[in-house]
């Protein structure tokens, strides 16, 4: 079974090294503590920390967000990081920015841990989607509004072993 695809392995691992090197650019060799926003992100995380020129310290979190009554909604997280990031450089990344509610609510939360720096670096984005401002630093690819799948993006826990990011046209 194959799906359209939008980006294939080459091209993703191409943008992934740019992202990689203009990263690598910014923080000048400092420490770069980098979150990887559990479960999609992982494959994205594991390329893109190879392709940093710094010292990284790794860590996962997984959170459901829902809607509350602040704007950026409630986040609650099934687990959590084990570093106290004050005073250190953070990268949050995400695999898709869909609505914008789950990572506009993680930059919320973060900000609090007064942080030196905190950027967020996504796969990808669907803009025609957002309902929650945020700022993405460091984009690989902007979509349009299809529901994609593979290179850890996942259909009901299905397709996240794919190499490359399809659109998922319903067939299983
Ligand atoms: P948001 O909070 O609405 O931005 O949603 C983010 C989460 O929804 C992502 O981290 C994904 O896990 C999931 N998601 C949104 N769109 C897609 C998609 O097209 N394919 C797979 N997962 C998606």
Do not use: W
């Not at 695809?5 to 091209?11: A, P, T």
């Not at 919320?108 to 942080?115: A, G, I, R, T």
């Not at 984009?139 to 996240?160: K, P, Q, S, T």
């Amino acid at each position: 079974m194959s799906y359209p695809v939008l980006f294939s392995k080459e091209v993703i691992q191409k943008r992934v090294k740019e992202l990689g090197e203009q990263i690598s650019k910014d923080f000048h060799g400092e420490e770069l503590v980098v979150i990887g926003v559990l479960k999609g992100s992982f494959i994205y995380c594991a390329d893109l920390i190879r392709e940093l020129n710094l010292p990284v310290h790794l860590e996962f979190m997984s959170v459901s967000s829902y809607e509350g009554t602040e704007s950026t909604g409630n986040l609650r997280v099934n687990l959590d990081i084990n570093v106290d990031v004050a005073g250190k450089n953070v990268l949050l990344v995400e695999d898709i920015v869909d609505t914008g509610l789950t990572i506009s609510s993680l930059v919320e939360s973060f900000k609090k841990k007064n942080p030196k720096t905190l950027k967020v670096s996504s796969l990808l984005y669907k803009p025609a989607r957002l309902e929650h401002k945020v700022e993405i630093d460091y984009l690989a690819f902007e979509i349009e509004d299809h529901f994609v799948i593979g290179y850890g993006l996942d259909f009901n826990g299905r397709f996240r072993e794919l190499p490359y990011v399809g659109i998922y046209n319903g067939e299983v």
